[in-house]
């Protein structure tokens, strides 16, 4: 069963940075993580989750939402397993609860059920 379990989270001033991490484990030996497009995925308080960024499965493509595009940058190492999502220049509006997700920006509601528990941030003066 797959697991994702992001960490990195925390409480920042704007302006500041965070790096979070997830890990992943339990992927099928038919479909490694190596083989998973990869997305970040925020949620709000009192909003609907809000996909943030995705990176293809070997690490060369990535596209970014509008709001973090030039702050925000995806990243992943296939050896350790492990997805990154490197926020700089954070805003009070990047405030969320980050999950990492198997999928693209259009296929990652289908693997709702494979979201970790989250990772909080909170940008606040």
């Known amino acids: 069963q797959v697991q994702l379990v992001e960490s990195g989270g925390g409480m920042v001033q704007p302006d500041e940075s965070l790096r979070l991490s997830c890990a992943a484990s339990g992927f099928p030996s038919g479909f490694p993580f190596s083989a998973a497009p990869m997305s970040w995925v925020r949620q709000a308080p009192g909003k609907g989750p809000e996909w943030v960024s995705d990176i293809d499965a070997g690490g060369g493509v990535t596209n970014y939402a509008n709001s973090v595009k030039g702050r925000f940058t995806i990243s992943r190492d296939n050896d350790e397993n492990t997805l990154y999502l490197q926020m700089n220049g954070l805003k009070p509006d990047d405030t969320a609860l980050y999950h990492c997700?198997?999928?693209?920006?259009?296929?990652?509601?289908?693997?709702?059920?494979?979201r970790g528990q989250g990772t909080q941030v909170t940008v606040s003066s």
């Open positions: 997700t198997i999928g693209t920006r259009f296929t990652w509601p289908q693997f709702a059920n494979s």
